[in-house]
């Protein structure tokens, strides 16, 4: 391809808009909007890999703008009335073809490349220091997604140059964009459809596991797939006759039919765990995942102290290490909570800025009043887990008051829990030392069972 002729199209065609739409578009809703890709460990400036596939969930939006796009600049020469002209020129169609499918697809991939620029500026500046290299084909499937979507589109419009064609092609995207895509429950993306059917979409779910990755059959698939529909739209700028228009076809049909055979039939095996990223790293008895290893320099001497105050507390049942929560589940799913080691979320509100005294106190809560209900940025606990947490915290810190582990919140049902707290807090207090040992040692049995109540802390026993 001539550089002369690209440039020339650059500057004189609608081609650098598309880039530049899905770069500034994408910065809108990333910077503009506090939405859920800012919080937690999952965010999109949190890790590479969740960077990789937040970038690539709004392709829910833009793979439908882009096929639309596409086809308002494969509709440029129909349009100017220009197309038997050119066709009397020496130049064969296929390289006429190929500037302006080169010069939006550079745009495409310039725009969505600074998005990842941007993001993984922002991973790189922040405490992680996992720096795996398994986010590059998520973003690379994402680029090409978006030029063959954007290609097939021209040639779509190319082959049928009516006014309604680009509408009609981002009606239709849209709609099996919307049937075709994959949402993430827990570790088991779900579809409307066939599991092999839905991954045809490149487009993903929201991340919600930072360990979690696309397995490498779902590259494979999704790539092959793509080149069959870059393919057919290439082939149909190129073609002339309409012998030619139905054979273009054959390459994405073929693309499809490959890729159903690559891609995984069963939801488990779409997203697997980064076994790098989840390595453990160890400091003596408190572990966390290659991926949070910043945290460790702080959790570890922290962990060491907490593991002293629940032995004090437990004696031998009680828990002899920390480690890292990395069980996937559903979202809303109970935990699953082990008798034998403290488990440290840093989704959870009372481990995601605690640092400290704080983190010490927030680790003794977790090992005597282990929480079922997880307590993240996407799923809100209950206020009776708080209260029970601050309650055993504070006895085994030897606190001469109750200290809320939060800060409370103002509603009457808060309220209520908070007031039925401190009377649990004045009546556990008022039982002799030895009872009040028991108490707590029979909260944590309960907790670990799923069934400890605050209003039964105080009474003569607290199981259900």
């Not at 090409?144 to 680009?166: D, S």
């Not at 995984?264 to 390595?279: C, K, L, N």
């Amino acid at each position: 391809m001539n550089g002369r002729v690209l440039r020339t199209e650059f500057k004189r065609s609608a081609a650098p808009w598309a880039g530049a739409v899905v770069l500034g578009g994408s910065l809108a809703i990333f910077f503009l909007i506090d939405g859920i890709w800012w919080k937690g460990t999952a965010g999109w400036t949190a890790q590479w890999t969740t960077m990789a596939l937040w970038t690539r969930s709004l392709l829910a939006f833009w793979l439908p703008l882009v096929v639309g796009m596409g086809a308002v600049y494969g509709l440029r020469e129909p349009r100017s009335r220009m197309t038997e002209l050119l066709a009397t020129t020496p130049l064969p169609t296929w390289r006429r073809a190929a500037v302006p499918a080169g010069a939006i697809a550079i745009a495409l991939a310039a725009g969505f490349g600074l998005l990842s620029l941007a993001g993984g500026v922002q991973v790189a500046l922040g405490p992680t220091t996992y720096t795996g290299l398994g986010w590059l084909p998520i973003s690379l499937v994402a680029v090409l997604g978006l030029v063959a979507a954007a290609v097939f589109g021209m040639g779509v419009a190319r082959t049928l140059p009516f006014v309604l064609t680009p509408p009609a092609l981002v009606v239709a995207c849209l709609a099996v964009t919307g049937m075709l895509r994959v949402r993430i429950e827990g570790e088991v993306p779900s579809t409307r459809g066939p599991n092999r059917l839905g991954l045809l979409s490149p487009v993903t779910g929201d991340p919600r596991q930072m360990l979690l990755t696309l397995s490498g059959s779902v590259h494979l698939g999704q790539t092959i797939w793509l080149l069959g529909l870059l393919a057919t739209g290439l082939a149909l700028l190129a073609a002339v006759t309409r012998r030619a228009r139905l054979l273009a076809v054959t390459p994405a049909l073929a693309g499809a039919a490959v890729a159903l055979l690559v891609l995984p039939a069963a939801a488990r095996d779409t997203y697997v765990v980064d076994r790098a990223a989840a390595a453990p790293v160890c400091d003596g008895p408190v572990c966390v995942t290659e991926a949070s290893r910043s945290h460790l320099a702080e959790l570890a001497p922290r962990g060491r102290e907490a593991l002293g105050v629940l032995h004090d507390v437990l004696g031998d049942r009680a828990p002899t290490s920390v480690r890292q929560d990395t069980a996937l589940r559903a979202l809303g799913d109970p935990r699953s909570l082990p008798g034998d080691a403290v488990l440290v979320d840093f989704d959870d509100q009372l481990f995601a800025d605690a640092t400290g005294r704080d983190l010490t106190r927030a680790l003794v809560a977790e090992g005597l009043a282990p929480s079922c209900h997880p307590r993240t940025s996407r799923e809100g606990g209950g206020q009776d887990d708080v209260a029970l947490r601050s309650i055993a915290a504070s006895w085994a810190l030897g606190d001469p008051a109750l200290q809320p582990m939060e800060e409370k919140a103002t509603d009457e049902y808060s309220r209520r829990i908070w007031a039925n707290a401190d009377v649990a807090w004045r009546e556990l207090k008022a039982l002799a030392p030895a009872e009040q040992r028991s108490r707590i040692a029979g909260l944590r049995t309960a907790a670990l069972s799923c069934t400890a109540r605050l209003r039964e802390l105080p009474a003569a026993g607290v199981p259900r």
